[in-house]
């Protein structure tokens, strides 16, 4: 963040550059627990043309924090009109994609809601805005979601885990994924944390140990890999690899230092968890 943070003082003449570098210290605010901050560095985007997608990206990184539960709602709602500018303006083959996407990410912001009309609305939307770049794939299904708010969380992992697996085999290398780079990470971490609830380890562990391969997109990888690496370390410690636990419970408390007061419970956890495993002693600062 700081070594971005200099190169942008210092001065990017075109103004995409100067976007890439602003949208990598977004990705660093939002990996390290700052999520506002990873807000406040995004609407310093410059748009460059017509088609410009800086509207959409608030909008994901707005949804994706509410749902992990890093930021109050309000954050997406006031970001949603930009997106749909944004998604409105589109004329290339991307456009239902991106309309896709748009509905796609409204029925995540309405799960965190626990909206179900919204969820719905948001599924007819998926349908109508006549993807055929992505929505083959099914990774925008939401009936998933749908029926984790009706109370049957099993089946609604279950549904998730098999389109994830499905997507996978389909197209691992994941090109599409550009067009919509939320839904691999939201649909795995749901279904884990699902499949856990169900006593189904195996099937979580192979759902978030995704980060650690090499395809892309990698910023949606970047933000999360510090949950994943938390929800990886209790798995771990539960199962009694105490290695592999020290190690997880590390990596998180490294990468996630400026957690909102909504996520500090998880740092207070990490810590405790990192302290027991390794004999009553207190973590080392790492940053």
Sequence with gaps: VRFNQR????????????????????????????????LTTLDRHTPIDGEDDSGLEQYRLAVLGGWLGALPPDRAAMRRPA???????????????????????????????????GLAAAQAAVRSAGD????????????????ALRGDRQRAADSLATLEWSAAD??????????????????????????????????AVRLLAYHEAVNPPFGEKLILRPLLSLELAR????????????R?????????DMPPPAHRHLVQEARAALGRLSGGREPSETR
Aim: glycine fraction near 8%.
């Design 83 to 117: 997106a749909a500018r944004t998604v409105a303006a589109i004329q290339t083959q991307l456009g239902p994609a991106r309309r896709a996407e748009l509905a796609w990410l409204d029925g995540i912001e309405a799960m965190t809601r626990q909206d179900r009309a």
């Design 248 to 256: 997880l419970y590390q990596d998180f408390l490294i990468w996630y």
């Design 7 to 38: 190169v942008l003082r210092g001065g990017l003449p075109p103004d995409d550059e100067n976007n890439g570098w602003l949208w990598f210290t977004a990705l660093s605010w939002a990996a390290r627990g700052a999520w506002d901050s990873a």
């Design 170 to 203: 389909r197209n691992s290398w994941g090109w599409w994924m550009v067009a919509q780079p939320l839904q691999r990470g939201i649909n795995r971490l749901a279904a884990a944390g699902w499949l856990l609830e169900a006593g189904d380890t195996a099937q």
């Design 235 to 246: 798995i771990a410690d539960a199962r009694g690899r105490v290695d592999d636990a020290r």
């Design 132 to 147: 055929t770049l992505v929505r083959p794939l099914g990774r925008t299904d939401l009936r998933p979601f749908e029926l």
